[in-house]
């Protein structure tokens, strides 16, 4: 018997925990900060959960999951399919049902890290035993939350550390434009069919949207010259969209509209993103992605719930952070943290905070947190040593409050200067 690990799966070393424990740091961190819950799903659930969820169409559902099979146990009479998930998602809908948080308190936010698995052709960067770290977040459809979703998945990487990463953005409408854009999409494919692949030629008529998605070299270039289907989205979406585009401009997040982009899982509606290495120009290792997914809840036969969320594959992100040389340091604290009053102070701070992190100084902002005394407890607890703070009257003023964390002092800023200020300071 040759003694090896099954193809597609990896052991993770001593030499490597640092980067794993750095990674699990930050997304910790930022959880806290952004007010994400942890929650831990079943590796194994039923198929049928993911064939009306992430889509029995899907590659990751027709071709790639580990089914279960049970060995000797007669006596089992559960006869549903059981398999390892490829995805958290559907996992925590399940969840988010069986445990009835549609009753809860709205926005619930919730985030979970664990392994996934996808019978896929192994190579770099892809395998079959990988593990993600996904964020959701149920009952909220305002735009702005689609902004804090892209934002905070944006500021993961600059906590990490990660250059040279580019986040896309597109939208692709919802239940009412889908037949519209589809449409759209038949009309132009039909003339490119003979140089589609036979998957491809199958979804024209099935699900057309999923060509943008074929990695195949011919089915890419026939995308090549399609014209934007963001037009097609109906005034609601294309509404929806803009004002996700203008919160993202107001926090200084780069991001670039990709009018190809879209996503290999059923569920996603509106806006949907993707961060990957500028240098993965197919996105063939994408480092993140996610979306809306306003009707997976009312799916499953439940009460229709807006929802949105993102997941990135922690193998992916360790082999870049070793790439790229980056220094680990688990211990690195927070040398400002921002706190807001107010919705318009809370757009502020997404703008100072994307400011502070180009100018090199680490800082962090809990934006679900909604009172002052929870923000400054929270500066307190990441040894921070200063703290801006901005609420209305700062707003009026054009003014910022820098405070310190160990003398207790404050002093009322321009907000031209804060940042000549505060690196005196530090
Ligand atoms: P996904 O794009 O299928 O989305 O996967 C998210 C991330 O998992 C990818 O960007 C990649 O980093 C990692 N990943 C996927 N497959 C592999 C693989 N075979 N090997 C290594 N890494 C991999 C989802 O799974 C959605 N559930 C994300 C989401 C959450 N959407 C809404 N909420």
């Given amino acids: 018997m040759k003694l090896q690990n099954v193809r597609g ?27 994400f819950e942890k929650i831990n799903t079943p590796i194994i659930e039923y198929l049928d959960l993911f064939e009306k969820g992430t889509g029995e169409n899907t590659e990751v559902v027709s071709k790639q999951m580990f089914e279960v099979s049970r060995f000797g146990n007669e006596k089992d009479d559960d006869k549903r399919i059981q398999i390892l998930r490829p995805e958290i998602t559907p996992g925590i809908v399940r969840s988010y049902i069986n445990h009835n948080m549609q009753d809860w308190l709205k926005p619930i936010q919730l985030y979970s890290v664990g392994p996934c698995f996808r019978y896929e ?15 959701e977040s149920f009952g909220n ?11 905070m998945a944006w500021s993961l990487f600059k906590d990490l550390r990660i250059r040279n990463i580019e986040l896309e953005i597109n939208t692709i409408g919802c239940k009412k434009c889908r037949p519209q854009i589809n449409d759209f999409l038949k009309s132009y494919f039909s003339k490119k069919k003979a140089i589609l692949c036979k998957d ?15 990695k195949k ?27 996700v585009i203008d919160y993202l401009k107001d926090a200084k997040v780069n991001f670039k509209v990709s009018n190809n982009l879209v996503r290999g899982l059923d569920y996603y509606t509106r806006t949907i993103f993707e961060i990957s290495l500028k240098s993965d120009k197919n996105r063939q290792t994408t480092l993140l992605g996610g979306g809306r997914y306003d009707n997976l809840i009312e799916t499953y ?8 969320g993102c997941a990135l594959g922690i193998e992916r992100v ?10 680990i340091d688990i211990s690195e604290k927070t040398q400002v943290f921002v706190a807001q009053l107010g919705e318009e102070a809370k757009r502020k701070a997404m703008t100072i905070l994307e400011i502070l992190k180009t100018e090199g100084i680490s800082a962090r902002a809990a934006l679900s947190k909604n009172t002052l005394k929870s923000q400054l407890k929270l500066a307190n607890k990441l040894k921070s ?18 405070r310190s964390m160990k003398e207790g002092t404050q002093e009322v800023v321009e907000q031209e200067t804060f940042v000549n200020k505060l690196q005196e300071k530090l």
């Fill in 9 to 35: 799966t990896q052991d993770i070393l001593p030499e490597d925990q640092k980067y794993w424990d750095f990674v699990f740091n930050v997304i910790d961190k930022s959880s806290e900060i952004n007010g």
């Fill in 121 to 135: 052709k192994p190579q770099a960067g892809r395998y079959r035993q990988f593990w993600q770290c996904d964020f």
């Fill in 141 to 151: 459809e305002d735009p702005a939350t689609d902004a804090r979703m892209i934002s």
């Fill in 200 to 214: 491809c030629q199958a979804r024209l008529a099935t699900n057309p949207i999923r060509i943008l998605d074929c």
């Fill in 217 to 243: 070299v011919n089915c890419q270039k026939a995308a090549k010259g399609l014209p934007p289907f963001t037009k097609q989205v109906c005034d609601k979406c294309q509404d929806h969209f803009q004002q």
């Fill in 301 to 308: 036969g439940e009460k229709p719930t807006p929802a949105i």
């Fill in 318 to 327: 360790v082999s870049v952070l070793k790439k790229q040389k980056i220094k």
């Fill in 385 to 402: 040593d200063y703290a801006i703070i901005i609420g209305q009257r700062e707003i009026l003023d054009g003014t910022v409050i820098i």
